[in-house]
């Protein structure tokens, strides 16, 4: 046998083999793009509520009352947020009021920067929320309220 014959004969067995793996790694990064897909597709259903509970935190239970979306791990974290974002300016309010009445000039001001930090909080949850993606508030976001 001529050693040309034997490397044709090879690259000939070698062609079909490598050929395979490209396709199977195809199908794999498509199957993740449908993936990726149904899940963009299901996020961008519960959107809307999801930004409204940030704009008007009291508001973080309304999917929570439908059987259909309380089961939605991105609704359920997204209401979560928005309970403790309700916590925290319900407390900061009392806080507020205290420091007001102790400090006039200097409780309004500090009452302005907790008023900026909480318009801050709830842009950033609503931009992340219309994203679709599930990131925590800063400072506050690591506590869980709703199970």
Known sequence: MNPEETNDNEQTQAGPVAENPAPESATSAGAADTATNEQTEDVSEYRTFAILGYILPFLFFL???DDK???VPYVRFHAN???ILLVVILGLYVLHNVLFVMLMSLGYLVAQFINLAILALAIYGAYNAYLG???????IGQFQILK
């Open 69 to 71: 979306t309380k089961n």
């Open 133 to 139: 993606n599930k990131k925590q508030l800063p400072f």
């Open 63 to 65: 999917p929570l009352l």
């Open 81 to 83: 947020q928005q309970l």
